[in-house]
């Protein structure tokens, strides 16, 4: 169960002065219930990836299959599969055009024809899911929050019960807080078996939570693996825009010194290792 | 659905003669050439216009396909006129259709019709492929400054030109992203009745228009914190000069102006008295 992308190549304004290459040929496989990050500089074509997880750009060169099923744009089964794979747009907020929050969270459900009970159990599942006060649900959306906003918007493409669930940077604009109470619900949501894909450009959220980090540079995919290995990648191959967190180029620059730890282990881990040598220093 | 690829008639920039030109030159000029090709009434008359159209790659650095293809979203338009024309026109009888008749005065003042909207179009459309949109509306405001004295806010329509004119791909590009987004959430704006269909664009229209008053909101605040008052006497930081080779073209356009409109009236005397000799 997987989305695979094979060898995806997409530009904009094809035969115009204007033409643009956004991806040039992108392998990429989302299993279920892993955590991937997408990360890169801007305009390295991320946004343009994640569109093509959805089916809402089909490749120019190259396929996209979503559980072993080859799609084509334009086809009934696209429209299905957009079912499966959810999309949280940048700034999803500015997709709001219902009265109330309900409304707003009840679109995509009734999209695909849910009803009654099962429409109610929908949004409070997804209500629950994305950790949105249910009081809220009678607002106005264009009255809540920044932060309140984008878990509004979260909660809309959760109701639709995706499997996949692709986010194009979810943490722009939230403060710490709001970032790590998002990243914590996205992990409860990997947890129960959903494949989350972010996209960002933030690499120590990156680092922290995903199981897999793909680097992008211009529309090709430059590196590809864990964190861990991402981060040693990345500290000998700087990728323009795509700075190590100060922990990890700080514990890159210890290993350098022979002292081992962990590219993404936090400060702790950091202090305990330099304890540690310098206790065998002594 | 497809939004924000058709450059039609958007501006290309360039650095061509006729890129570098005074926007006043332009405007006045291609004024005066559309006035002249509407006097064109036969179908020789369009000759010189051809060759016209024909340096105009050369003059402007854009592409014959590109020229030509500026016309096309008025060539229904054109088809219909020519048509009305053909059925229309009485004279001479040449063939029936029911009750339409087609007459030889009906097929030359159907081309002649037809060549002249789709010279017209493309003639406005070279003006606006090579005069960016800041130029077109400074050029507008000092063309039409002498109507300020009549109390019409001129400089405030002519910013408001720039403006719309600035915002129109961006409002596109808004549009396909907020489709695309309601896209992802289900929304179908391709089946079901024609209430349906319409029903759908809700989704669409709402964040368009939030989105659109989000926008001038601040761009009000912006301008506003720059100082800008309406009314207010702006200087310029590139004033529009009207150079020598402004003057040049000008009279090469007026010059071919008034010989299209002389090859019109001259041209079936001559024709006449050359049958004449023979
Ligand atoms: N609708 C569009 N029309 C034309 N070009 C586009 C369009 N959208 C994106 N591009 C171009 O494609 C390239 C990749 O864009 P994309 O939006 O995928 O980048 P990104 O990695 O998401 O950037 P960001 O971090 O700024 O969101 C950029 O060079 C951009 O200019
Ligand atoms: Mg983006």
Same mark, same amino acid.
């Not at chain 1, 922290?208 to 990345?234: H, K």
């Given at each position: ?11 904009y ?12 040929g ?12 997408i ?27 979503v ?5 084509q744009i ?90 996949y ?8 604009g ?45 529309g ?33 620059r ?23 040598a ?5 | ?11 290309i ?33 369009f ?69 002249? =909207? ?32 009549l ?86 930081m590139?004033? =529009? ?14 010059a ?23």
């Amino acid at each position: 169960m997987s989305i695979k992308l094979d060898g995806v190549s997409y530009a904009y304004n094809v035969g115009t002065p204007a033409e643009n290459v956004a991806l040039d040929g992108v392998s990429l496989v989302v299993e279920r219930g892993e955590w991937l990050s997408i990360v890169g500089h801007t305009g390295s074509g991320k946004s343009t990836l994640a569109q093509h997880l959805n089916l809402l750009l089909s490749p120019q060169s190259g396929t996209v299959s979503v559980d072993g099923e080859l799609v084509q744009i334009g086809t009934k089964a696209a429209r299905g599969l957009r079912r499966k794979v959810g999309l949280v747009f940048q700034y999803p907020e500015s997709q709001f055009f219902a009265e109330t929050v309900r409304d707003e969270i009840e679109f995509a459900p009734s999209n695909w024809g849910v009803k009654g009970d099962d429409l109610k159990s929908c949004v409070d599942e997804a209500v629950s899911a994305s950790g949105l006060d249910p009081a809220l649900l009678a607002a106005n959306p264009f009255a809540l929050s920044g932060g309140q906003r984008r878990r509004a918007a979260i909660a809309s493409v959760l109701a639709m019960r995706p499997e996949y669930l692709v986010l194009d940077e979810p943490t722009a604009g939230l403060d710490a807080a709001g970032i790590r109470d998002l990243t914590g619900m996205l992990s409860d949501l990997r947890e129960r078996g959903m494949a989350v894909v972010q996209v960002t450009h933030d690499l120590g959220v990156a680092l922290e939570r995903s199981d897999r980090v793909l680097a992008l540079e211009r529309g090709r995919a430059v590196a590809e693996g864990t964190p861990e290995e991402i981060a040693s990648y990345l500290a000998e191959n700087p990728v323009k825009g795509l700075l190590l967190p100060p922990c990890a180029s700080f514990a890159h620059r210890l290993r350098s010194r022979g002292i081992n730890v962990p590219l993404t282990s936090g400060a702790a881990a950091i202090a305990e290792a330099v304890e540690k040598a310098r206790a065998v220093m002594r | 659905m497809k939004f924000g690829n058709t450059s039609i008639g958007q501006f290309i920039p360039g650095e061509s003669v006729i890129h570098l030109l005074d926007p006043r030159c332009k405007m006045i000029g291609t004024f005066v050439l559309l006035t002249a090709l509407f006097m064109a009434g036969a179908p020789w008359d369009f000759v010189p216009w051809v060759f016209l159209l024909a340096a105009m790659p050369r003059l402007s650095r854009i592409s014959m396909r590109a020229i030509l293809r500026s016309g096309r979203p008025v060539l229904f338009l054109v088809m219909f006129t020519m048509l009305l024309n053909v059925f229309w026109t009485p004279g001479n009888e040449i063939a029936r259709l029911g009750p339409l008749r087609i007459t030889e005065e009906g097929i030359v003042s159907a081309f002649c019709m037809g060549v002249r =909207l789709y010279f017209l179009v493309v003639f406005a459309a070279i003006l606006m492929m090579t005069t960016s949109p800041m130029a077109f509306s400074d050029g507008l405001e000092r063309i039409l400054s002498p109507l300020a004295r009549l109390g019409l806010p001129v400089s405030e329509m002519a910013m408001m030109m720039t403006i719309a004119l600035r915002f129109i791909p961006t409002l596109f590009e808004e549009t396909d992203r907020i489709l695309k987004a309601q896209m992802s959430r289900g929304a179908d704006f391709e089946s079901g009745s024609m209430i349906k269909r319409a029903r759908s664009f809700i989704p669409v229209l709402v964040p368009l228009f939030v989105l659109v008053f989000a926008r001038a909101e601040n761009l009000a605040v912006a301008m506003e914190s720059r100082c800008y008052v309406p009314g207010g006497h702006r200087s310029r930081m590139r004033p =529009l000069v009207w150079e020598a080779r402004d003057t040049k073209a000008m009279s090469c356009m007026v010059a071919f102006a008034v010989f299209s409109f002389l090859w019109g009236m001259c041209l079936p005397k001559i024709a006449s008295i050359c049958l004449d000799m023979l």
